[in-house]
């Protein structure tokens, strides 16, 4: 399996624009999570998902974000409208009820 | 509430040194899950180990050890003979679900390891 794929790497916009980051699980994995990793607050668990179900969205900031997950192999953080203080490094990862947690590489995004 | 601390934000050594890494959690959970990470340069989180809250067995990895105390909370990591390649920072993190479903990480200590 080529691991939890995470894209773009990288997302350069400006203020206001919509941002979307893209996750795909790895295959047979039933717990689908949103991190974001700043150096004021390190690593934060945004929202979990449990078999394509939100099950814990209380660390979602704000309204402007958003996250879906149609099926068990796509996921999808949404940003609208995208400020400066959203410029962070976001992980998703995956795990399976008898798997540590993988992470992908993250998106690193900079919002101008 | 849970909390991870890492008191070292960074540490640096010589190669071949040993380099213990600290990591101290609060919890009130009977049943618990310790992990630790490891994000190289290139950025992606690797996982290096996981201990539930019942077994105390220290536990060694090649030139990996970790050292599980629930007396004093803590749950610590030795790098023995640090390599360049050992250059990263390291999380703990603390869950309440078996494979961490609910991560609380540490703020991480970023290890150099100079040639």
């Known amino acids: 399996d080529a691991g939890v794929i995470q894209s773009p790497r990288h997302e350069v916009t400006e203020m206001g624009q919509e941002v979307t980051l893209r996750c795909k699980p790895i295959?047979?994995?039933?717990?689908l999570f949103w991190y974001r990793q700043t150096m004021m607050r390190g690593l934060e668990l945004l929202i979990y998902?449990?078999?394509?179900?939100?099950?814990?969205d209380s660390g979602m900031p704000e309204d402007r974000f958003s996250a879906k997950m149609p099926n068990a192999s796509f996921s999808t953080l949404k940003i609208q409208p995208s400020e400066p203080r959203d410029s962070a490094v976001y992980f998703c990862?995956?795990?399976?009820?008898?798997?540590?947690?993988?992470f992908g590489q993250g998106t690193r995004l900079t919002v101008v | 509430a849970q909390k991870v601390t890492q008191a070292q934000t960074e540490i640096s050594v010589v190669e071949k040194e040993d380099v213990t890494l600290d990591c101290v959690y609060e919890?009130?959970?009977?049943?618990?899950?310790l992990f630790w990470y490891k994000q190289p340069p290139s950025g992606e989180l690797v996982f290096l180990i996981r201990?539930?809250?019942?077994?105390?067995q220290n536990e060694i990895s090649g030139r990996y050890s970790w050292n599980f105390q629930k007396s004093t909370s803590s749950f610590n990591f030795t790098i023995t003979a640090s390599q360049v390649v050992d250059s990263a920072v390291y999380f703990c993190?603390?869950?309440?679900?078996?494979?961490?479903?609910?991560?609380?990480f540490g703020p991480g200590t970023r290890l150099s390891v100079l040639p």
């Open positions: 993190a603390l869950s309440s679900d078996n494979y961490g479903q609910n991560f609380v």
């Open positions: 201990r539930n809250s019942f077994d105390e």
């Open positions: 998902f449990n078999n394509n179900v939100p099950i814990d």
């Open positions: 990862a995956s795990t399976g009820s008898r798997t540590e947690a993988f």
């Open positions: 295959s047979g994995h039933d717990y």
């Open positions: 919890t009130r959970d009977t049943t618990y899950y």
